[in-house]
């Protein structure tokens, strides 16, 4: 049997073994962290199983480790109890034993033994367990072959996985993600049973849903997630728009990309460049408006216009319908869906300085997402286009650092604001205030005057006059 108490490395792990030794409980660390270990991936939790009373052995250790009583959280509901140390969240729960009724995926719970807590675990992977006791200090337990399955890297449940999804649809999505997140394959039973048990995912909160596809956007190739997701049905029930941009029409023998595959490049190039999960949000999205807006002309073949902006007036209805907050995170998918195409357009040598101007000034402090997102979005079979459009594309940044350096666009406030305008006109807030505001910043985005006060005021005084305005002071 597989010894691995020289990987345990972390000095909780020999002070629970002494504390559950004097309390008589075998205990064990298991999940997660065992799987981490064992693939060498970085853990922040750790779980302890403990066969008799998990949060009395989490008060004890913590009393021995010198903690606070209140560093210790306890959740009674769960019988689990959990504290920090030493930059890890540890938890501990006693060993048990579940049963599930079909309309929750919250089991009722008995007292178990190890075999029946790791029997509740959702994959082999998932179920390793490693003794702390004093007897058999670092032996690996693994009932279902989990060693091999991480070996092989397969996702496989330990029990008849039907019942595994019935029971817990919530673990159809983290089959899912752990496939996207280690780069691991499903077994085919499991995938079947993904598939027949998929519309169980509907007695799963959409907060939870989004947690797993936030964890396969973050993952090193999102698109084996997503892809696994349309195979099995469940991308049409939790992502219907994105299940929707799949297909090619044809007419005349003239066919578009399909955009659902397009949209899977463009989000495994933004997930090798970044790690800001509302960027990765937004390459998923960025096309999201092309079904609705698609046409089909003789002329000049598929045309999707003003997708960009039909994408993003979807934005705020998707993330309604999955439960994610309406924040600023929000507002940022929305502008850079509905800026996606505007840096490309800016390729041709003959692009004024006020075009980039106006596009720095929209995308303000997100230009540089933008950029990310817009040459992520150069995808063609055809690599002499891509290299082409690429080279193209940098000419775009040199034109947007150069206008910035010069003019300071990017986080622009006009030299003269509505206040001072009222002040000296004597006015309460009005159309006119709004119209010379306006008229001076077009101005300065067009490069007509400097963005400086001096200049902006010269503009004001005029624009004023010719609507009849007289200063009060
Ligand atoms: P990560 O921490 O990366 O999300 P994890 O596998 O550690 O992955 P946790 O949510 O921390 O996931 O859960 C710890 C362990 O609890 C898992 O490894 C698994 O054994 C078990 N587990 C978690 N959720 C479920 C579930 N829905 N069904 C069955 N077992 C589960
Ligand atoms: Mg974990």
Known sequence: MKNLAKELQHPIFRIVSETAGQMGVPC???????????LRRPCKDIDIVAVGD????????????????????VFKH??????????????FVGAR????????????VTAGTLEDDQFRRDFTINALAISLSEADYGTLLDPFQGLEDLQHKIIRTPLDPEKTFSDDPLRIMRAIRFASQLNFSIDMKTLEAIHTEAHRLEIVSKERIVAELNKILLSRKPSVGFTLMDLTGVL????????????????????????????????????????????????????????QTKRYQPETGWTFHQHEAVGAKMVPKIFRALKMPLNEKMDYVKKLVYLHLR???LVEDSVTDSAVRRLLF??????DDLMLLCEADITSKNQEKVKHLLRNFEHVRQKLKIIEEKDRIRNFQPPIDGLYI?????????????????????????????NNFEEAYRLLETEAAKLGLKAVQ
């Open 28 to 38: 064990y660390v298991i999940g997660g962290f065992v799987r981490d270990l064992l």
């Open 362 to 367: 929209d995308a303000g402090d997100d230009i």
């Open 422 to 450: 009222m002040q000296k006109y004597g006015l309460q807030p009005c159309k006119e205030v709004g119209m010379l505001k306006n008229t001076i910043r077009e101005a300065i985005l067009d490069g007509v005057i400097g």
């Open 78 to 91: 769960y019988g689990t109890a959990m504290f920090r140390y030493e930059n890890m969240e540890i938890e």
């Open 97 to 108: 034993k579940e049963s599930y009724s079909p309309d929750s995926r919250n089991p009722s």
């Open 343 to 345: 840096p490309i357009a």
């Open 236 to 291: 049409d029930l939790v992502l219907p728009w994105v299940s929707k941009l799949k297909g090619v029409e044809s007419i005349n023998n003239q066919g578009h990309k399909d955009n659902f595959y397009h949209t899977m490049e463009v989000v495994d190039k933004i997930a090798i460049v970044s790690d800001n999960l509302w960027l990765c949000w937004t390459a998923l999205l960025h096309d999201i408006g092309k079904p």
């Open 54 to 73: 998990g949060v009395e052995l989490a008060r004890q250790t913590a009393a021995r480790l010198n903690l606070p009583e209140q560093a210790v959280n």
